[in-house]
C-alpha cells in the first residue's frame, strides 16, 4: 500500500503569477493593483478577474514601506485589559477613516512597554498611540523628541505631550449620583491603586459624596485593575460593619472580581449590595455580568487621537495638548434601591477599623 503523500502548502500568489495567468508584464499588472493610470479598461477587468481567481491581495504592509512616509501608526496596549482591546477597535477605524494603517506592539507577561514601543520603532512607524502606558513621564517626553507621542487614557502634563482622556472624576460623580438617587446612603470605593486614571477617580469618589453630605458613611477601600484585585477588596467589604449597600469600583475588569466573591459568599447584587463599574468594556456587557458602570466614548477618544496624530505629523496648529471627553452612565441589572432604606448615618455609626476614611 502506497504512503500517503504530504500535501504542500499553497504558496501566496504574486504579481508574477496574475502577470503570466494574463499574459501581460508585471508593470501593467502592479498599476492596475495600485489603481493608477497606464492600463485600458479590457486590461484592466482581465487583471482584476485574474486576480480575484488566482486568490491574489496586493500587501498592504510592502506597498507602505516603498513610500517616502509610511502612514504608520504604532499602537501600544495590554493585552490583558479588556478595554484596550475595545479602543484599538475604535482605533483601527479610525485610522482607515484618515488613510493611515495602525501597527500593533502588546504588554504581556515577559514583554514590558518599553519591549512593545522598541518592536514599534523599528517598524517604521511615524507616530505612536499609547493606551494608558505606565512608563514614567521622562521617558515619554523621550520618545516625544522622536515623534508625536499621544497618550490615551492617562493624565500626563508635560508640554511635549498629547493626551486624549476620559474626565475621569467626572464618571464617578455620575456614579454615586446614580447611587444616592436609589437611596444607598452607605458606599464604598474600591480603588486602583498606581492605575493610570485612579488618583482621578478616586478624587471624585471624594467629591462626590461629600456634595451629598455622605462623606462619613463613605470609605475607599484598597484595590487595583485586576480581578483579584477586586476579589480581594471584596473579601474586605465583607468584612465591614455596618456593611455599605453599594460599591463603585475602579474599573470593570475589578468588578467583575467583586461579583465573583459577593456570589460565593450569597450576598445579592442588586438586593443586598449595588454594584458600578468604570470602562463599558465588553467584560460590562457580557449577559451574565450585565453590569452597571461608566462608559468611555470609545469612538470619539479613538478619533481624537488618531487626528491628533495626523495633525502633528501634518504640522498643523493644534493648540491645546489636552482633550478631555465626557464619560456617561450605562445603567444595567447590577444596581437597584437598597432592600431597606437607611436613615441617614451619623459619624458614630459609619467609623469602621478596617475601611480606609476618607480623610
Known amino acids: 500500500m502506497a504512503e500517503p503523500t504530504r ?90 477613516d484618515a488613510d493611515y494603517e495602525l501597527a500593533l506592539s502588546a504588554v504581556a507577561p515577559g514583554r514590558d512597554e518599553r519591549r512593545a514601543v522598541a518592536s514599534l520603532l523599528q517598524d517604521r512607524c511615524e507616530a505612536l498611540i ?123 475588569r475589578c468588578a467583575t472580581g467583586v461579583l465573583d466573591v459577593l456570589s460565593k459568599a450569597g450576598v445579592s447584587v442588586p438586593g443586598q449590595v449595588s454594584v458600578v463599574g468604570f470602562d463599558d468594556s465588553r467584560l460590562a456587557r457580557l449577559s451574565h455580568v450585565d453590569l452597571t458602570t461608566v462608559a468611555q466614548n470609545i469612538g470619539q477618544m479613538s478619533h481624537l487621537a488618531v487626528t491628533r496624530a495626523k495633525d502633528r505629523l501634518d504640522g498643523t496648529d493644534v493648540g491645546e495638548r489636552e482633550l478631555v471627553v465626557s464619560p456617561h452612565l450605562v445603567v444595567r441589572s447590577t444596581t437597584a434601591p437598597p432592600t431597606t432604606t437607611p436613615s441617614r448615618p451619623t459619624a458614630t455609626t459609619a467609623s469602621s477599623p478596617e475601611a480606609a476614611s476618607l480623610g
Open 7 to 96: 500535501s504542500t502548502p499553497r504558496r501566496r500568489p504574486t504579481l508574477a503569477d496574475v502577470a503570466a495567468h494574463v499574459g501581460v508584464s508585471t508593470t501593467l499588472v502592479s498599476l492596475v493593483m495600485r489603481d493608477v493610470p497606464g492600463a485600458s479598461p479590457v486590461n484592466r477587468e482581465r487583471i482584476r478577474r485574474a486576480a480575484e481567481e488566482l486568490g491574489y491581495h496586493p500587501d498592504s504592509r510592502a506597498q507602505l514601506l516603498r513610500r517616502s512616509r509610511s502612514r504608520l501608526i504604532g499602537v501600544v496596549f495590554r493585552v490583558q485589559d479588556p478595554f484596550d482591546g475595545d479602543l484599538v477597535g475604535g482605533l483601527y477605524g479610525a485610522a482607515g
Open 130 to 252: 499609547l493606551l494608558a502606558p505606565h512608563s514614567p513621564t521622562s521617558f515619554l517626553a523621550e520618545l516625544a523628541g522622536r515623534m508625536p507621542i499621544v497618550v490615551v487614557a492617562r493624565s500626563v502634563r508635560h508640554r511635549a505631550l498629547d493626551v486624549v482622556r476620559t474626565d475621569n472624576a467626572a464618571g464617578l460623580h455620575l456614579a454615586v449620583d446614580h447611587l444616592v438617587a436609589l437611596g444607598h446612603s452607605r458606599t464604598v470605593h474600591i480603588d486602583g491603586g498606581r492605575a493610570p486614571g485612579a488618583a482621578e477617580r478616586r478624587r471624585g469618589y471624594h467629591e462626590a459624596v461629600r456634595r451629598h453630605g455622605l462623606t462619613d458613611s463613605s470609605h475607599v477601600l484598597p484595590g487595583g485593575p485586576t480581578e483579584d484585585d477586586g476579589a480581594a477588596a471584596a473579601r474586605a467589604f465583607l468584612d465591614l460593619h455596618p456593611r455599605p449597600t453599594a460599591v463603585t469600583v475602579f474599573n470593570d
